[in-house]
């Protein structure tokens, strides 16, 4: 492979990247029938037209460089940036989608350690993130179609390669569009057809768990799809109205609220039912749905224990019990002594009770004495009264 130096560019390769910017499909043709027109060529940043063309948001022009041999992993830049990083932060869904049919790595990271699908959420593209994170490319399914090993038989035929990638590959995860999916294929809506493809999934499924680099979001998502897939298994046995019960089972709400009953039990049984135990999604998912509190033993020796003999003759136990109960004996006991100090601090200044109660009832206890009070001062005030008369003395008339 020749290298190719940034910044070394033909007066018909700067034509090409002006041309993507602001000209037409036609121009971009001509010249890359040029033979003096590389189409990996590097500027001095060491963006290629393939870059350029999927950070300017033209789908068509991408579609083009593509078929001429664009490198998609080209990992030249500067910065470490892929064609698509570019995409992802143009915000172009067409874009990103393109060049990841294209084989494009979605693992790759730039110089500060982040990948197309963080550069996206970092800029606020998160329909690009779904689009990244829910991508599987179509060979890693075609494997499946081609006997492995002792097998006669693949274990998905090749006709349903297609249909299955489709459901895959979908942004939508609720369950209704997944068995609307089904029910509008007529290769998948067959019990036979989705024993093969439910199987296949739970072998995806184990490979993204057993992988170097573990992928618990795929694990999950195709573990979530083959069950609902054997869901679908059981209505085929059972009606003879194909899916279109379990489409109404799904929609139909609670009589009080409308809240779809089904559609939840559906997914929190596809989430006990994960096999993986250990997964830390799983963990996730279960704290922030489950009723009860998780059991979180100390090591493997507490784990082989009953739980209800572990909590007896486990030290760690023991020691947090004996400390949350001197806590609480603490508290107790600060509690009751500001109590006290409340009612001393209230009674200061004021007339005890008891005083005040004794001296009320002295002077309910002596009536008489205050009568022989009111009789001595009546008479005291006669006798003032009979001196001023005896002044006086008799009035003689002049006649």
């Not at 093969?196 to 195709?222: G, P, S, T």
């Not at 008891?354 to 006669?382: F, G």
Request: negative net charge.
């Amino acid at each position: 492979m020749v290298h190719i130096k940034k910044g070394e560019l033909t007066q018909e390769e700067k034509e090409l990247l002006e041309v993507i910017g602001k000209g037409t499909i036609q121009e971009a043709v001509t010249l890359l029938g040029s033979k003096n027109v590389r189409v990996n060529c590097l500027d001095e940043n060491g963006m290629t037209p393939l870059m350029h063309a999927a950070y300017k948001g033209k789908l068509d022009m991408c579609k083009l460089l593509l078929r001429h041999g664009a490198d998609v992993n080209c990992h030249q830049h500067e910065h470490g940036y892929t064609a698509l990083m570019f995409a992802a932060l143009s915000g172009s869904k067409d874009i990103t989608w393109v060049m990841l049919e294209a084989g494009a790595e979605t693992d790759v990271v730039n110089s500060v350690g982040r990948t197309a699908a963080q550069m996206a959420a970092f800029v606020g593209q998160h329909d690009c993130v779904t689009i990244i994170n829910n991508f599987f490319p179509r060979e890693k399914l075609d494997y499946y179609t081609k006997p492995q090993g002792l097998d006669k038989e693949p274990k998905l035929p090749p006709k349903l390669a297609g249909p299955l990638h489709k459901i895959i590959t979908t942004t939508n995860l609720h369950p209704v569009k997944i068995v609307m999916l089904i029910n509008e294929n007529p290769l998948l809506a067959e019990e036979a057809a989705l024993n093969k493809c439910y199987k296949v999934m739970d072998l995806i499924c184990e490979k993204c768990m057993k992988q170097r680099d573990m992928n618990e979001v795929l694990a999950m998502k195709m573990h979530y799809i083959s069950c609902i897939f054997q869901k679908c298994i059981n209505f085929l046995k059972d009606r003879e109205n194909k899916l279109d019960t379990l489409i109404k089972s799904l929609l139909k709400g609670r009589a009080s609220d409308g809240f779809p009953v089904y559609q939840e039990k559906i997914i929190r049984e596809s989430i006990r039912k994960f096999p993986y135990c250990e997964a830390t999604l799983l963990q996730q998912l279960v704290r922030s749905i489950a009723p009860v509190e998780i059991v979180i033993y100390c090591d493997q020796t507490c784990q082989k224990t009953h739980w209800f003999a572990h909590k007896k003759i486990c030290k760690n136990l023991k020691d947090i019990y004996e400390k949350q109960q001197l806590e609480a004996a603490k508290a107790k006991s600060e509690e009751e002594n500001n109590s006290k100090l409340d009612v001393n601090s209230n009674c200061v200044g004021e007339e005890r009770p008891e005083e005040a109660e004794t001296r009320i009832c002295q002077e309910n206890d002596n009536p008489k004495d205050s009568e022989k009070v009111e009789k001595e001062s009546l008479q005291s005030d006669a006798g003032l009264e009979g001196l001023q008369e005896a002044a006086v003395g008799p009035q003689v008339s002049e006649e």
